[in-house]
């Protein structure tokens, strides 16, 4: 699948399992907002975009062993050389990286970097954040090095948004996990599938042996359209009674 329609995917997972993900006492911990009518223990609006977003940028991260996509070029020779890392560590394209093990990795990594390590939170959190503007063709087409400075800069204010609003992040390693997950299954539906039980060599293909096949017409003018009014639609459902 295109970027833009895993970005889209993720974020549709996010908000989809938001009142789960909050009845989880270990990952809404911060979360405490009585004073603006939401019950302790669910997510605050900033809490719910953010993880949107966050969960949006990590349904890019299987990518990142691809350095010829555009999702390499988010932040220029930084994600650029990160890919270039992951791809030879993972075997190139739609290997180790799709797989049901690297979404477990990278989920219980971000868990740990947020409990433990609040600089590697936020690292983790600026990479997801812009992961998810890139997808979404948030740049300047056409320039790399623009579109890297956007990004950055974007990603900056948000961030900024995000802390200024308190936001907590015990969730970030289910959003990141989430998100990750979602990739795989979305790339099992297009012609290629993927090594979802990786190091088993394998591509799981679903439905089995019919493929969507990828930047098609389906994608673009079917299944596109359909995912952005689910956030839209999702969105406006978990923060309209607020």
């Not at 900056?156 to 970030?172: D, I, N, Q």
Request: hydrophobic share 55%; with cysteine.
């Amino acid at each position: 699948m295109m970027g833009h329609t895993h970005a889209l995917t993720g974020a549709v997972a996010w908000l989809g399992l938001a009142p789960v993900f909050a009845a989880m006492p270990w990952l809404n911990e911060s979360t405490r907002w009585i004073d603006t009518g939401i019950m302790a223990g669910a997510l605050s609006p900033a809490e719910l975009i953010a993880g949107a977003l966050i969960c949006a940028g990590a349904a890019m991260l299987p990518d990142l062993d691809h350095p010829s996509a555009t999702i390499a070029q988010t932040f220029g020779p930084v994600t650029w050389g990160l890919s270039k890392a992951v791809s030879w560590v993972s075997g190139g394209h739609r290997g180790a990286t799709h797989s049901l093990a690297f979404a477990v990795l990278t989920g219980v990594g971000a868990h740990f970097l947020a409990n433990r390590y609040p600089i590697g939170r936020d690292i983790m959190v600026v990479l997801m954040i812009g992961l998810a503007l890139r997808a979404i063709g948030i740049g300047v087409p056409g320039k790399k090095l623009a579109s890297a400075l956007v990004n950055v800069a974007l990603t900056a204010g948000l961030f900024v948004v995000f802390r200024s609003y308190g936001v907590g992040y015990a969730w970030l390693g289910m959003a990141v996990g989430v998100g990750s997950f979602i990739h795989v299954v979305g790339d099992c539906l297009t012609e290629r599938g993927c090594p979802v039980l990786w190091p088993l060599r394998h591509k799981w293909l679903l439905p089995y042996k019919i493929g969507i096949k990828t930047g098609k017409t389906f994608e673009q003018k079917i299944l596109a359209p359909i995912l952005s009014v689910a956030v839209v639609g999702l969105l406006y459902w978990r923060l309209a009674p607020l």
